[in-house]
């Protein structure tokens, strides 16, 4: 329990720079090397999921259709990505690579996540699963009393 105001409002400015400074760090590697972080997250959207719709992009990172809906139109104007028709609804359009993407997706995200895969070494997978469940929690929490007071 946190003992005085100055230590609660503290521990709330290191949480939140902890963040910041997480998302920071992706964020400079994307503009290093010439891509939008948006487009990063529809990279590891396609990590996860294999194909996805824009839909379940949004719906994982919490972001806004017309975000998402830009970097797609980006992507694909590129020849990167193509949508097709999802097999169980041909209504839903699934974001997957082309060739070309394929070889782009693996020239991005090959070398960061072997800067992850370092940085968990380093770190501990242990502490990385603590730290983890523990964001997660308190992200639950803090969403639960945010939409709470709406």
């Not at 100055?6 to 992706?26: C, H, P, W």
């Not at 999802?86 to 394929?102: A, F, Y």
Request: a neutral charge; one cysteine or more; glycine letters at 6%.
């Amino acid at each position: 329990m946190v003992n005085t105001n100055q230590t609660f409002e503290q521990l709330l400015v290191d949480v939140n720079k902890s963040i910041i400074k997480m998302r920071g760090a992706y964020a400079i590697w994307c503009k290093k090397r010439g891509i939008n972080y948006h487009e990063l997250l529809i990279w590891y959207s396609l990590r996860d999921f294999g194909s996805c719709t824009q839909k379940q992009v949004c719906e994982q990172y919490l972001l806004p259709k017309q975000t998402i809906h830009n970097v797609v139109t980006e992507l694909q104007e590129k020849g990167l990505i193509q949508l097709q028709s999802s097999p169980d609804n041909w209504r839903e359009k699934m974001i997957v690579l082309t060739g070309l993407g394929q070889a782009y997706y693996d020239s991005i995200m090959a070398p960061l996540i072997e800067i992850e895969k370092q940085a968990v070494s380093r770190m501990g997978e242990d502490n990385l699963r603590t730290m983890t469940e523990l964001a997660m929690r308190y992200g639950e929490i803090l969403a639960k009393g945010l939409a709470d007071n709406l």
